[in-house]
């Protein structure tokens, strides 16, 4: 019989700020693996006044959770033009519920989840990650001033447009996400917990500097024939 080839299917799990994005960005940088995140994809839709932006924009500023069927909807679209590439998703799911639509979703592709990673950081760390952060929204890279900030201040890297602050990441809406999160995101956990016989979990505490080697690790092992990207020049 024929072997498929194992196709990476790895959900980020974490508070939000803990560093889900720049661990993902890493990852795709450095391997044959792209990342789908949801805040970055609801940003887009926000800036350029879609229908689904439109709905999105005020619960996003105010640290409400969108609608499970609308995230769904946005997800499915997304992953099936992904068809067998490697992934990441950061963000999603985020409830229980949008739990169990990636999962039957999952099962019509017959690939099943592989690798869940879930980051822990203190909220007071993340409070602090908060104030620092700017972001260039078109292309969702993120910056801090303490941790890896711009060459030039205010401007993004590759392209040179203005870095923006997030209508979310302000102290009080960050209150209502850490609440979200408590409530709705980390039960996540022990529903992913009670299956871990079939898909590797694996927890990582701290910043990203510091998690990295254990997360780059866990990923080779788990995909042995991962690709690393060849970089330009090299
Ligand atoms: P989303 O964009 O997913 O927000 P989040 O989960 O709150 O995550 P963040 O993007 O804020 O953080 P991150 O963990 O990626 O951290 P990062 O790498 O940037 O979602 C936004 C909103 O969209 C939600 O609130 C909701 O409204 C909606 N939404 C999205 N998905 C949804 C879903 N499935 N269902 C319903 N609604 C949904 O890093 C953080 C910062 O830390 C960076 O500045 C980084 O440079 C810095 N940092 C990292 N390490 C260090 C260090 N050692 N020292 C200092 N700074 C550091």
Redesign the pocket.
């Known amino acids: 019989a024929t072997q498929s080839k194992p196709v990476l299917r790895m959900l ?1 799990l ?12 890493r990852l795709s940088e450095k391997y044959d693996v792209l990342t789908i ?7 887009q839709h926000i800036a350029e006044r879609t229908d689904v932006g439109r709905k ?1 924009e005020g ?2 500023a ?7 069927e ?2 769904l909807d946005l ?1 499915t679209t997304k992953l099936d033009t992904l068809k067998e590439n490697n992934w990441i998703l ?6 229980q519920r ?1 739990g169990r639509m990636l999962d039957n979703l999952l099962a019509k592709h017959n690939i099943p989840l592989n690798l869940i990673v879930n ?1 822990d ?1 203190s909220d007071d ?2 409070f ?3 104030s ?4 260039h929204l078109p292309s969702g890279r ?3 001033t ?3 900030p711009p060459k030039i201040p205010g401007l993004d890297d590759v392209t040179g447009e203005p870095l923006t602050k ?1 209508s ?2 302000n102290p009080e809406t ?1 209150v209502r ?1 850490l609440e ?2 408590y409530a709705q ?1 980390s039960p996540l956990l022990y529903y992913y917990a009670s299956r871990a016989h079939s898909t590797r979990l694996v927890d990582l505490y ?5 998690v990295w080697p254990t997360l780059e690790t866990a990923t080779r092992e788990s995909f042995p024939g991962v690709r690393e990207r060849v970089l330009p020049g090299s």
């Open positions: 980020l974490g508070k939000p700020c803990c560093g889900k994005g720049t661990l993902a960005a995140s949801t805040g970055d994809l609801l940003r999105a619960i996003v105010a640290g409400g959770l969108l609608p499970d609308m995230m997800i950061d963000g999603f799911p985020r409830t949008q980051v950081v760390l993340l602090q990650w908060l620092n952060r700017s972001v993120t910056y801090s303490s941790y890896n997030r979310d990441d960050f996400r979200h999160y995101t701290g910043d990203s500097d510091t």
